[in-house]
């Protein structure tokens, strides 16, 4: 069962984000960023990265990712 967002959560989800971008924190950032937060394993998804300069691998990317998300297993209190 999905748990969403309340008020409460969504205005928190949009502080984090704000901080953020305040911070200037970026995708690229994101690996270490995650291993920094120590909540478990981290594992690079090449499908996460940027195609700014690579438009090519846009549409390979986006499948890869369609193909990841249905895999993961949901999370649960």
Known sequence: MQRNLNETGRAQARSIGNWLRHKGVKWCRCLETAKLIQLGAVKALPALNSFYERIED????????????????????
Request: net charge neutral; no cysteine.
């Open 58 to 77: 846009r549409e390979p990317n986006i499948n890869a990712l369609k193909e990841f998300i249905p895999t993961q297993s949901t999370i649960k209190d």
